[in-house]
């Protein structure tokens, strides 16, 4: 069916042979095609698919929660669900989760505190990736070096910034 001179790409193939004009077809001689004639890398992806179902889901359970919440039982005996949990949860579920969140996030903030050393410690100056600067003179006057990677002391910090301003 391909003649030989025809070239191939993974979305088309060109046609060059001489006896026809040049075609080009869109469908894959090696991809299924379904009952519409669309490749099999056509459609919805797994990921699309997977939010849709989920926002679907997310709503649907919304309108059960406050249907459940906020109908009075009456209504709910009359259009025949008589199964359904205690009415306490519809404010205790949610009151425990914010204060699970509130307490999560204190913790969270207290673990920070008490991890960070305190404002006085030297080894919020200092580290193990500290760096002191070295002081190798060299004996070429015409060119100076480039000074390697160090930090800059705290002396020379404080005498930049507060014995210069007049």
């Known amino acids: 069916m391909e003649s030989p001179h025809s070239v191939n790409s993974p979305r088309r193939t060109l046609s060059l042979s001489k006896q026809r004009r040049a075609t080009v077809s869109f469908l894959d001689p090696d991809d299924k095609t379904s009952g519409f004639g669309l490749s099999g890398d056509h459609g919805p992806k797994p990921s699309e698919v997977y939010g849709f179902v989920g ?19 009456s209504w709910l005996q009359s259009a025949g669900i008589s199964y359904y949990p205690s009415r306490y949860w519809a404010l205790a579920v949610p009151t425990y989760v914010m204060v699970t969140i509130i307490l999560m996030l204190g913790f969270y903030i207290g673990l920070n505190f ?37 930090d800059i002391g705290l002396d020379r910090i404080n005498d930049v910034m507060f014995n210069n301003a007049t």
């Open 55 to 73: 926002s679907i889901t997310t709503v649907f359970a919304t309108v059960i929660f406050f249907i459940w919440a906020y109908v009075p039982e």
């Open 114 to 150: 008490i991890s960070t050393p305190s404002p006085s410690s030297l080894n919020t100056v200092f580290d193990k990736f500290s760096r002191d600067p070295l002081s190798n003179e060299c004996s070429l006057e015409d060119e100076k070096p480039i000074d390697p990677i160090s």
